[in-house]
């Protein structure tokens, strides 16, 4: 069955190291997105990306980093991680073929910045 | 611009009463609007959506949500609600207008189904 994965599901790391969080699917989307949950603020949007070589900015992108090269993957990078980038982080991706088409989720990998 | 508002972080309701878990939207054009729902430690799960035409969208788990144009809502609703619909719900909306952008989600609404 097709899905899509992330890894780590959990992640300790220190202020100013640089992360990378994974995310995999094997639906054959264009469309993939990275949110941010936090307890007040439901979903944000960070960065989304409609194919490969393709990258866009969401709402809360500062500190934050994406790149496709292929279908399958868009890793999500924090350049110098920040306390307030403590959160848990969700992958998705959609079918480009209709707007109205749903996204699907990853699991979520939760991120904390000592 | 498109937002969506869950007015109400937390819901809770008595096994076997009716449950309803309110959304309101705002969007130039006419909307797409998506419910989702995400258990404790796991990703957010599609239930339903309005695209077009009949007013009550039937989704799973017994869910159902009426799309009202002129009050800009699309209310999530069960007729008898179960312990094990306890979970974070999540309403989304998407412009017609605003081509393959990302869906906008409200913050969400905590429903307690008590035994």
Sequence with gaps: DAEITQSPRHK???????????????????????????????LRLIHYSYGVHDTNKGEVSDGYSVSRSNTEDLP?????????????????????RGIENEQFFGPGTRLTVL | AQSVAQPEDQVNVAEGNPL???????????????????????????????????????????????????????HLKKPSA????????????????????????GKGTRLSVIA
């Design chain 1, 76 to 96: 999500l990078t924090l350049e110098s991680a920040a306390s307030s980038q403590t959160s848990v982080y969700f992958c998705a991706s959609s079918d480009t």
């Design chain 1, 12 to 42: 300790i790391t220190e202020t100013g190291r640089q992360v990378t969080l994974a995310c995999h699917q094997t639906w054959n989307h264009n469309n993939m997105f990275w949110y941010r949950q936090d307890l007040g603020h439901g």
């Design chain 2, 82 to 105: 179960l312990v094990s619909d306890s979970a974070l719900y999540f309403c989304a909306v998407r412009d017609m207008n605003s081509g393959n952008t990302p869906l906008v989600f």
């Design chain 2, 20 to 74: 309803t878990v309110k959304c309101t939207y705002s969007v130039s054009g006419n909307p797409y609007l998506f419910w989702y729902v995400q258990y404790p430690n796991r990703g957010l799960q599609f239930l339903l959506k309005y695209i077009t035409g009949d007013n009550l969208v039937k989704g799973s788990y017994g869910f159902e949500a009426e799309f009202n144009k002129s009050q800009t809502s699309f």
